[in-house]
C-alpha cells in the first residue's frame, strides 16, 4: 500500500473549520483514501473514506485533488472533542484489509 | 458503524502470568480480525491478523508463541499475553472490517491497556 506523509501538528481554533492534508503521491488506481481518528486512550474511530470523488459525511469532507496524490480532511465546525491524533491511510480496496498507520497529525482544537 | 468490544479494558499482572484478551464483533460475523499494539506517543503497529478457523499470520518479529491468538468463533478472537514482562506492557486494540453500502470499513474496539509489574 502507498505510503502517506502528514503533518505532525496543527493547531484550530473552536468553530473554524479544520483542514488535515496528506501527501500519498505514490497511490495506485485501485487505492483508496481512508481517513481515521483516534483520541486520547481510545481504539481509532473511521471518519470517512473516498476513491476520486470528494466524500461527505455528517463528521467530516474529504476533498481528493484530480491526481490524487494528496487529499484534504476537512471538518467543518471543529470542537473540543476533535481533539486527536488524525491518520490518513492509502488501502486496496476489499475485505480483510490491513491497515498501516503512520505518525498521523496532532490535531489541537482550542478555545 | 459496527460496534467492536473487547475485554478487559484495563488489566494489571504480575510478570511471568499470562493475560487473555477478547475481542468481539457484536452486530456483524467477522472472518477476520485485527491486533494491534500502540506504545505510548507512538502510533498503532498490527502485530497479527486472525482468522476465523485457521491460524494466524503474524507480522515480522512478532512472536507466535507469546502472543497466541485463537479466533474460534465468527465473533469472537482472543489475544493471549503469555509470560508477561513489563516490556509487554502497552495497549492493545482489535479490529475487523465489513462491507457496506460505501464500500469497505474498518471498525476498532476500545482497546485494553496492558501494565505488567
Known amino acids: 500500500d502507498a505510503k502517506t506523509t502528514q503533518p505532525t501538528s496543527m493547531d484550530c481554533a473552536e468553530g473554524r473549520a479544520a483542514n488535515l492534508p496528506c501527501n500519498h503521491s505514490?497511490?495506485?488506481?485501485?487505492?483508496?483514501v481512508y481517513w481515521y481518528r483516534q483520541i486520547h486512550s481510545q481504539g481509532p474511530q473511521y471518519i470517512i473514506h473516498g476513491l476520486k470523488n470528494n466524500e461527505t459525511n455528517e463528521m467530516a469532507s474529504l476533498i481528493i485533488t484530480e491526481d490524487r496524490k494528496s487529499s484534504t480532511l476537512i471538518l467543518p465546525h471543529a470542537t473540543l472533542r476533535d481533539t486527536a491524533v488524525y491518520y490518513c491511510i492509502v488501502l486496496r480496496y476489499g475485505t480483510a484489509s490491513k491497515l498501516t498507520f503512520g505518525t498521523g497529525t496532532r490535531l489541537q482544537v482550542t478555545l | 458503524g459496527a460496534v467492536v468490544s473487547q475485554h478487559p479494558s484495563w488489566v494489571i499482572c504480575k510478570s511471568g502470568t499470562s493475560v487473555k484478551i477478547e475481542c468481539r464483533s457484536l452486530?456483524?460475523?467477522?472472518?477476520?480480525m485485527f491486533w494491534y499494539r500502540q506504545f505510548p506517543k507512538q502510533s498503532l503497529m498490527l502485530m497479527a491478523t486472525?482468522?476465523?478457523?485457521?491460524?494466524?499470520?503474524?507480522e515480522q518479529g512478532v512472536e507466535k508463541d507469546k502472543f497466541l491468538i485463537n479466533h474460534a468463533s465468527l465473533t469472537l478472537s482472543t489475544l493471549t499475553v503469555t509470560s508477561a514482562h513489563p516490556e509487554d506492557s502497552s495497549f492493545y486494540i482489535c479490529?475487523?472490517?465489513?462491507?457496506?453500502?460505501?464500500?469497505?470499513?474498518?471498525?476498532f474496539g476500545p482497546g485494553t491497556r496492558l501494565t505488567v509489574t
Open positions: 486472525s482468522n476465523e478457523g485457521s491460524k494466524a499470520t503474524y
Open positions: 452486530d456483524f460475523q467477522a472472518t477476520t
Open positions: 479490529s475487523t472490517g465489513t462491507s457496506g453500502r460505501s464500500g469497505y470499513e474498518q471498525y
Open positions: 505514490t497511490i495506485s488506481g485501485n487505492e483508496y
